[in-house]
Structure formats: C-alpha cells, structure tokens
C-alpha cells in the first residue's frame, strides 16, 4: 500500500516536472550548411530548433575546450579558434548560429565540436564541413 502511494507521487512529480517550461523542449542544433568554398573565409551556417524568447540573447557559443575534444577523440588544431559564432533569432521558435573566419580557411576538411550554452541548457555538438568535396566526371 505504501509503495503505491510513493510510486503514484514519483508519477505525479515526473508529470509535474514536464509541464514546467523549462523542461518541455530542449534546444536543437540542424545540420551545418556551408555557404563558402576552400582558400575562401568561412561562410557557414546551423539552424537552431525550439528557441525560447531570450534564450538567444542569453547564449554563449564557442569552439569547445581542448579537454572536449580529448573526451570525444577530435584533434582540435590551432586553426579552429579563428571560427567566430554568432546566434540569431528568427523570431518564430528558430533561429540560427553563424560561423565565419576573417581569415580564408586553406584546409580542405574541418572538424570540430561547438559548445551552446543558454540559460536552461548546455550542448556540444560535432560538426564536419567538407570544403574542397571531390569532382565527380
């Protein structure tokens, strides 16, 4: 009888906590699209899923830390740290994260994972862009 009591109270808590907005849906990365080619700056773009109101303003997005890329087994070389990122809002539940270098990117593959951090959230994600991809005849 006891046990019943505590597990209809677990599920009535487990409900609770998906009603609460910070809970009901988790930020979402889509796919990269690149808009540059090799010996070119980097032009590059990824779609953000389920944006909240503010969570863009409030959200902080980088290259990951050396230790993150040793835990997920990526080689982080020095050049990546010239991607900058930058977050918009679409307004609409969506938005976008923009990637761009000052510098033309000379490396034909690139690799690497992007650390978002928002006000409910963190998230990393791998992402591989292929700049210089192989002609087909």
């Known amino acids: 009888m006891v046990r019943a009591v505590m597990v209809r109270r ?3 808590l ?7 907005p910070g809970w009901a849906g988790a930020l979402g990365l889509g796919e ?3 808009s540059s ?7 590059a773009e990824i779609p953000l899923y389920a944006v909240r109101p503010n969570d863009v303003g ?19 070389p020095f050049y990546l740290t010239r991607i900058n990122f930058a977050a918009e809002d679409n307004g609409d ?8 270098t000052n510098r033309p990117v000379n490396e034909p ?12 959230g963190r998230l990393v994600r791998e992402f ?3 700049l210089d991809p192989p002609v087909y005849g």
């Open 128 to 130: 591989t862009l292929l």
């Open 10 to 12: 677990l599920s009535l």
């Open 37 to 43: 080619r090799l010996n070119q700056p980097l032009q």
């Open 109 to 120: 593959f690139l690799n690497f994972l992007v650390e978002v951090d928002w006000q409910t």
């Open 58 to 76: 409030g959200m902080k997005i980088a290259l990951a830390s050396a230790a993150q890329f040793r835990r997920a087994g990526v080689e982080r």
């Open 32 to 34: 990269i699209t690149l």
């Open 93 to 100: 539940g969506s938005g976008r994260i923009r990637l761009s």
């Open 14 to 20: 487990f409900l609770a906590a998906l009603m609460v």
